[in-house]
């Protein structure tokens, strides 16, 4: 079993950065890609990024692409998401999960989860 464990949510002003992290316990996740998806209240969990097991390859949603990156350092058991230009509409529980395979844009290609972190933009 993978424990995930976000951190680094908070309040920002619109237009800020923010990097959150996500640690990995009890197993390694060298070679899983890993995801980002974040939740606003009301809303459906949504795909924001993901990273391939070496690090190589990474994805986007469109409305992220250019303002979020997201990382891995495997010899730490940790992935981020370094966030620049927030806006509002960025405003959710953010959450990093371990693919299990599929497309990386579903929560059903994910079989484990962290506990979520908030990030609030403000303006």
């Not at 950065?17 to 606003?40: D, E, H, I, K, P």
Request: aromatic content about 14%; hydrophobic content about 30%.
């Amino acid at each position: 079993q993978v424990q995930l464990v976000e951190s680094g949510g908070g309040l920002v002003q619109a237009g800020g950065s923010l990097r959150l992290s996500c640690a990995a316990s009890g197993r390694t996740v060298n070679n899983y890609a890993m995801g980002w998806f974040r939740q606003a209240p009301g809303k459906e969990r949504e795909f924001v990024c993901a990273i391939s097991g070496s690090g190589l390859r990474t994805y986007y949603a469109e409305s992220v692409k250019g303002r979020f990156t997201i990382s891995r350092d495997n010899a730490k058991n940790t992935v981020y998401l370094e966030m620049n230009s927030l806006k509002i509409e960025d405003t959710a529980v953010y959450y990093c999960a371990g693919h299990r395979g599929g497309s990386y844009y579903f929560t059903v290609s994910y079989d484990y989860w962290g506990q979520g972190t908030q990030v609030t933009v403000s303006s």
